[in-house]
């Protein structure tokens, strides 16, 4: 602080007697200095050996404790002993990375990707499986019990996923011409002839994109795909985009598929003359002739700082402009814009839970909050009197209304618009008091106005779908006064990261 007080009155005195230019020059020198000082001190952090790792932690992180400071650490498992080396440091936690194995878990896992640890994704490789399962189970425990502090029943096991790779139907990647160098390729002096990428974004370097050769996310169509597209286009000398300058032609590809067999293929490109449209078409057409599979192939002209694309046209280039997904016999249009999730397999596993839990004898009234392109709405129409769906995007809800269409039911009604703002009492007085509420909101969970109107409504069950269980926690502590939470079964839709999905019962209380 004294140091602070004089620099004030030193800077005064130059402004003074030398003028405000010296005096802007003297501070700046003083600012490098305390930077330099503060680098210098950060590079002093301590080095922590022999630390057993201890549990789990959000984002895929790993945690550990030495003496009252909580350690956040990526690319480990609880069992693991390492030493760490800490990058950030707080009051009460800090941040490292393992620099040095003494012990290897037993729940750790062999990571099968070759861009494991640098692009950002899986992060839970190095971990077993059931060692997965095992911790997503806990994460729900924990946050139902320690936020919303509810009674609870036993929750049931969480449903694994058949599949642990190649499980995904969507998948996007960038094109940049800032591609991302790993630390290895840094210290061996890899130079490469150009410095394109089509990958993923690194974490914390927005402008920065890793290559990816391989993706197990999704079957290997996705790397012949974005392989063959890369390749071509380095060929043709075709511009990636560049993220700071906005220049550039090709921006970002996104591939669909689903379980018909129907693939789709969507570009995004800038496209500012007759030569740049040129160029993407080559490129398009590059596609139609050495990929068949694709039966969808679609681009967007995005001229914008961004690659949000709802505001703007799809144009097909070749083939359909949907794909169409199957379950139970019941056919969903996909398009560009739709939701849907993300693993179909685990995805009919969820809704089935969702049916099951909906307890549906055909006389009943169903909300469907959350509709999205109206997936579970449909799921349960069979098996209610009528079904209403609520949804914000307005394109979802078109989509939805086709779905209905194309199973032939006419017991489905949707709206479009912000559910707040929707879902109220004249609402529910207009279109009837529902018996049953199947909500899935996004992961910051229901607005405080819509849990209101579901306590007015009084349905006699609700069946809360989540994908973030703390801000589902939440929402259940508001619900609590009228309703009890009967059943617990968490769904893993995404193996190898920390995200897990959350199924909830409750049921009102008897008054």
């Keep these: 602080m004294l140091f602070v007080v004089i620099f004030a009155v030193s800077l005064c005195w130059i402004f003074v007697t030398c003028g405000f230019c010296t005096c802007a020059y003297t501070f700046y020198l003083v600012k490098s200095y305390i930077r330099y000082i503060m680098a210098r001190k950060k590079k002093e952090l301590p080095l922590l050996e022999r630390i057993e790792i201890t549990g789990v932690a959000a984002e895929g992180k790993a945690l550990a404790r030495v003496n009252d400071l909580v350690v956040f650490v990526p690319f480990v498992v609880p069992g693991d002993v390492v030493d760490l080396k800490v990058k950030r440091k707080k009051h009460s936690y800090a941040e490292a990375e393992a620099v040095k194995f003494y012990e290897y878990s037993q729940e750790r896992a062999e990571p099968f990707c070759k861009h494991y640890g640098v692009c950002g994704g899986c992060k839970w490789q190095c971990l077993a499986y059931e060692h997965q399962l095992k911790y997503k189970q806990q994460q729900v425990v924990d946050a139902l019990t320690r936020i919303g502090k509810v009674e609870l029943p036993e929750v049931m096991p969480i449903l694994g996923s058949e599949q642990t790779r190649e499980y995904r139907n969507k998948l996007e990647f960038t094109f940049s011409n800032k591609r991302w160098l790993t630390w290895d390729e840094v ?107 694709v039966t969808s192939l679609l681009y967007v002209i995005n001229n914008k700082c961004n690659d949000t694309f709802g505001d703007l046209e799809v144009v097909t280039f070749k083939g359909t402009d949907v794909i169409y997904e199957e379950m139970e016999g019941l056919r969903f249009k996909v398009g560009p814009k739709s939701f849907y999730q993300t693993n179909s397999k685990q995805a009919y596993n969820l809704y089935k839970v969702a049916r099951d839990f909906a307890a549906l004898t055909g006389n009943e009234v169903v909300y469907d909050l959350y509709t999205g392109t109206g997936t579970i709405a449909n799921f349960v129409a069979r098996n209610a009197k009528k079904v209403i769906g609520v949804e914000y995007v307005e394109d979802a809800i078109i989509d939805a209304r086709i779905n209905a269409g194309l199973n032939g039911f006419d017991n489905l009604t949707f709206f479009a618009g912000d559910m707040k703002d929707i879902l109220t009492r004249d609402f529910i007085s207009e279109h009837g008091m529902p018996d049953v509420i199947i909500t899935d909101p996004p992961r910051a969970g229901m607005h405080n106005d819509v849990i209101d109107t579901i306590l007015f409504a009084a349905p006699k069950r609700i069946v809360y779908v989540s994908c973030n269980p703390a801000t589902q926690a939440r929402d259940l502590q508001l619900l609590d006064v009228d309703y009890k939470v009967v059943a617990v079964q968490p769904v893993d839709m995404f193996p190898h990261t920390h995200h897990v999905e959350n199924v909830v019962l409750l049921e009102r209380r008897c008054s």
Aim: glycine share 8%; with cysteine.
């Design 187 to 293: 210290e061996q002096g890899v130079k490469y002839d150009n410095m394109n990428a089509l990958g993923f974004h690194i974490p914390g370097a927005f402008d920065k994109v890793l290559d990816i050769e391989e993706c197990a996310l999704m079957q290997g169509l996705n790397n012949r795909l974005r392989n063959g597209i890369r390749d071509f286009a380095n060929k043709e000398g075709i511009p990636f985009y560049d993220l700071r300058s906005h220049s550039g032609v090709l921006r970002s590809m996104m591939l669909r598929t689903s379980t018909t067999g129907e693939v789709m293929l969507l570009l995004q490109a800038r496209v500012e003359c007759e030569n740049d449209k040129m160029r993407l078409e080559k490129t398009l057409q590059f596609v139609a002739d050495e990929f068949p599979e």
